[in-house]
């Protein structure tokens, strides 16, 4: 297998995550690191975020990245709550909504593909 088809298999690969709060959910990982497939990823923040949700609450996910936490609050928040992702890379914000409709969350998880503040002060 030459080189492109390596790297076309890792930036396109959909897995299914194996431990922690988002265990058993799929996640388009496209190359990202391994812990958020491993779902290991920032423990504290996964059991902060589940603990803190429940059916009909709200989640915004600023700087969503490939939308590990945003799955997680999606799972939480269940069929009645929200979930909005802002991510302003088109590739990350696309697997985002890839991995909302792996997992049947593409009601309740929206994705924005943009950034929610743009700093236009100086840095006194």
């Known amino acids: 297998m030459d080189i492109a088809a ?4 890792l930036f396109s690969e959909t897995r299914a995550i194996a431990d922690g709060e988002a265990a058993g959910l799929k996640l388009f990982a496209h190359g990202a690191q391994p812990d958020f497939a491993k779902g290991i990823y920032e423990m504290p923040i996964q059991r902060t975020i589940a603990g803190s949700l429940d059916d009909g609450d709200c989640f915004y996910d600023v700087g969503a990245n490939i939308g590990f936490f945003s799955l997680i609050a999606a799972r939480r928040v269940g069929e009645t709550g929200k979930v909005y992702a802002f991510e302003p890379v088109h590739r990350n914000a ?3 909504e890839r ?3 792996l997992n049947g969350f593409a009601e309740r998880l929206e994705v924005f593909e ?5 700093w236009t002060g100086s840095k006194a």
């Open 99 to 101: 991995s909302a409709e």
């Open 94 to 96: 696309a697997g985002i």
């Open 114 to 118: 943009e950034a929610a503040f743009r």
């Open 6 to 9: 390596r790297l076309r298999g």
